[in-house]
């Protein structure tokens, strides 16, 4: 069982983690595997070029957005609090915008493409992962009792959050907030269920891609 959210993945080759995206047609599917790839790319990142370390305040401001589940594992991984106020570390997108000592930027380009110039003052994220080296060794990982989410005036812990109810289910969403995301996403891997994430879907869109990808249809605001 794990004891911490950084042992949650398991880089099993069926899907987590779906993302569609209706303006653009972009569709994306992470495996368990390859999610664990990106995440230990980005725990690398924070650690080895960006100083985090365990209690390292991450502010994530990306919409629902693949790469959005992506950070808040390797924020985990490394025994970052992700949070939405007083970060060390802000990575925003697809406009960056942050005022954090270290500043990162995700264009949310399809196939996680880069910014045309890296924005001034920032990190562009498509340019400094992809390097980062594909296995993480886990020096100081975190503990039960550390914060893993600090949004909105809630904290919770890495058990808090480990208390989620398993979810075995697929389960396809609209966008929502980043703490729906998390304790989704921790649902997800608990119980070996899997998430797709539609942006910039009406209410059609939604049905169709819930039948095609067989999921259950977890409506807004449920």
Do not use: C
């Not at 270290?102 to 562009?124: M, Y």
Request: proline residues 8%; hydrophobic residues 45%.
């Amino acid at each position: 069982m794990a004891t911490s959210l950084a042992t949650l993945l398991v880089p099993s080759p069926t899907p987590v983690v779906t993302y569609y995206d209706e303006a653009s047609g972009e569709r994306v599917e992470l495996s368990g595997v390859t999610l664990a790839n990106w995440v230990a790319k980005v725990a690398n990142l924070l650690v080895d070029e960006l100083d985090a370390e365990r209690g390292t305040r991450v502010r994530i401001g990306l919409p629902s957005h693949w790469l959005r589940f992506v950070w808040l594992l390797g924020a985990w991984r490394v025994g970052a609090v992700v949070t939405d106020h007083a970060a060390d570390i802000g990575l925003s997108g697809p406009e960056p915008e942050a005022d954090e000592p270290v500043r990162l930027a995700a264009s949310l380009r399809p196939l996680g493409g880069r910014f045309p110039a890296e924005p001034e003052g920032f990190l562009d994220i498509a340019v400094h992962v992809p390097g980062s080296p594909d296995v993480f060794i886990d020096v100081d990982p975190p503990e039960p009792q550390d914060l893993a989410l600090d949004l909105d005036g809630v904290t919770r812990t890495h058990a808090d959050l480990l208390a989620t109810p398993a979810s075995a289910d697929r389960l396809l969403t609209a966008p929502r907030s980043l703490a729906q995301d998390a304790e989704a996403l921790v649902a997800a891997l608990r119980g070996g269920g899997s998430l797709v994430v539609v942006a910039g879907g009406d209410e059609a869109a939604l049905e169709r891609i819930a039948a095609q990808e067989r999921a259950r249809l977890d409506r807004p605001g449920h």
